[in-house]
């Protein structure tokens, strides 16, 4: 397959002529326009070789974007055993010189249409390739900017403040139902790091990689969980543990917490936390003058 641009028509005139009859030329816009999930999607649909019929004039933004992803797509066929000129960007003024590597072996492979989002459909591919080609299902390293990987958790000082979950995009950090725990699932994950910065314990960390075991890809993780604070009142499960005693400890000897009563609110929940406070006040109606 010869992904081309519709700016250099002359060019393109030009490498088909001299590539094998068999190529098949996809015209688009611009080259960046078709992503990775495609390159792949074609692998496992009969095509032995993307190229793009690139120039070397080309904008700037385009050739860093293409070059960005075609690292990323080559790195990912290595880890595969194929030659990295699998997908590939044929520089049309280099035709001069001479032909190109080609590669001719099939694949053997033919999925069909792909279903799911552009994530999905790259991994689909990305399976079916490796369990077609024996890869190894290890966790291969990428680089700094790449879209997949892991998030890591100290646990020793995570409170399970969920700051994380409300940030993450794509709902790869999540929570477990009602009990205090912190879900993920590293398919999902893009490495945008907001969780990182978002954490205000710092103890979140993102690793760019690419597991290649499916099933440990695809499942849920559990990062931190701890079992809940009990009211002390109702005895209801209302928060983690872990943060009612951060807060105690952070506000004890502040002027609006310093009764062992006005302390011990905070470990109450939402609703035994306002019975007592009008409970106090009351007793004491002079109380009203500190609120």
Not at 236 to 248: E, N, R
Request: aromatic share 4%; net charge negative.
């Amino acid at each position: 397959m010869l992904i081309c641009s519709s700016r250099h028509e002359s060019y393109n005139v030009m490498a088909l002529k001299v590539l094998p009859d068999n190529v098949i030329p996809v015209v688009v816009e611009e080259l960046p326009s078709v992503g990775i999930d495609s390159w792949f999607a074609a692998l496992v649909n009969g095509a032995t070789q993307v190229l793009f019929a690139a120039s070397r004039h080309m904008p700037p933004t385009i050739q860093r974007i293409l070059n960005q992803e075609m690292s990323m797509a080559q790195s990912l066929l290595t880890h595969l055993g194929l030659p990295k000129e699998t997908i590939d960007i044929l520089y049309l003024e280099s035709l001069r010189e001479g032909m190109p590597v080609l590669c001719e072996q099939p694949l053997g492979l033919k999925l069909g249409d792909l279903i799911g989002n552009k994530r999905e459909r790259l991994f689909t591919a990305l399976d079916a390739l490796a369990e077609t080609l024996n890869a190894q299902p290890s966790v291969q390293p990428l680089s700094i900017s790449a879209p997949y990987g892991t998030i890591e958790c100290q646990t020793s000082d995570c409170t399970l403040c969920m700051s994380c979950v409300a940030v993450c995009p794509t709902r790869a950090l999540h929570l477990a139902g009602d009990s205090p725990a912190l879900r993920f699932i590293e398919q999902d994950c893009v490495q945008c790091g907001l969780c990182v910065k978002a954490c205000p314990e710092q103890v979140l960390s993102a690793t760019p990689q690419l597991n290649w075991n499916k099933a440990a890809r695809q499942g849920v993780v559990t990062l931190h969980q701890e079992e809940p604070a009990k009211c002390l009142r109702c005895h209801k499960p209302f928060a983690p543990q872990s943060m009612i005693t951060m807060l105690q400890t952070k506000l004890r000897g502040h002027s609006h917490f310093a009764t062992p009563e006005a302390l011990n609110r905070i470990a109450m929940c939402e609703d035994c936390r306002v019975v007592d406070m009008f409970e106090a006040m009351a007793h004491d109606p002079e109380q009203q003058l500190k609120y």
